[in-house]
């Protein structure tokens, strides 16, 4: 591993038998201020010494680039190569040549399509993009693939993408009503399909709404053995296929702005075990009608992500039978909800940022409900740090 921007080179470096080489710029490590000190990362010199490291099966550069050069078509043992926080708008048709390549990982902020030579890549099995990225129409040659992340689907992309019939792990951003119809039918022949993740697009327009509004997928029928499912954008209600996964192991609902309880009917899941709800609901009450008696039978974490909530008033007795893991991340909550201290396999309980009234609350008249947890954390109102421990240290710093 390199953690400078090369300057300690060694004069022998491109004789050594080099396997995994991980570069971490000094601007990511925070040894650069852009401000002060602007810097354009490795230098070309630098990435074609890199070039020259034959043996080299794992890359991973963290960092600004100027360009990855056509010689990186010479590390043609080359299994994993990965691009970090890099400035590069575009990649070189050689790496077409990389027929090794099992993993590109890419985490380009400019990087807006990728070179047609990425499909002669026969064993290419994981394709990740952090951002929307416009892949080769004729994506659908590349059917080793089990994971493709960051894809657009317009344009037609996505009836390509029901070629991908060994795909365990698909992420498809920018969705909308435009290919909604061709996406469903993709995704629907994917066999293998165990992970899904579909984001709407950025909302442009609005300061309320973060994403616009995510295709409903009325006639979608879930792959039989898909398990985790990941939507982000606007719901105008809980997608009726999900009720029917028995199967579905882990629900994340991200800015759905839902009007309604959005558990009515996913509490039933028998096999749903993490369930996150990242500003998907913009009630400021939550009721025992949240979660009935027996209800969640499987589920060990929740994490709610909300501006809105104030009050959660009631936890039945019976509800959450196997939860062990309780996130809150509300800042205007100013009250626990009464039954959480009958949750005996509750282990844990992190809050952020908690409210003034609900911190007085918890040293006093309510640590009742929480004194049976093993371990809080807890960022407080004004605070600067997050405090873990049992809830008698932690609470000691409110």
Known sequence: MIEDDGNNILPNFTNLQVRSLFVITAERRGLHSSSISPTPGLSQAYMQTICSLQSLLVLEIDGHIEYLPDEVADLVRLRYLALFDSNLNKLPQTLGNLQKLQTLDLMCGNLRELPIEVLTIQN??????????????????LTNLYTCSGVYAGGGIASELSRLTQLRELSVKRVSEDHASELCAAIMKMENLLSVKLEAEINCYSIDQMYTFLPEFELFSPPSLLQEVYLCGVLVEIPIWLFSMSNLTRLELHFSDLTETPTTDIQFLPNLK????????????????????????????????????EHWTEIVNGAFPSLKSLTLRCTRLRFLPEGLQNISTLEELFLTTVHGDLARRLKSTENYKIKHILKLGAYFEGGKFIYVGSPEEVLQHA
Not at 124 to 141: A, C, D, N, Q, Y
Not at 276 to 304: H, M, N, S, V
């Open 274 to 309: 993490h369930l996150t709800l990242w500003q998907a609901y913009k009630a400021k009450l939550l009721g025992k009608e949240f979660c009935q008696a027996g209800g969640f039978p499987a589920l060990q974490t929740l994490t709610i992500d909300s501006m809105f909530l």
């Open 124 to 141: 290419l099995r994981h394709l990740l993009m952090s951002r929307s990225i416009r892949v080769p129409k004729e994506i659908g040659k």
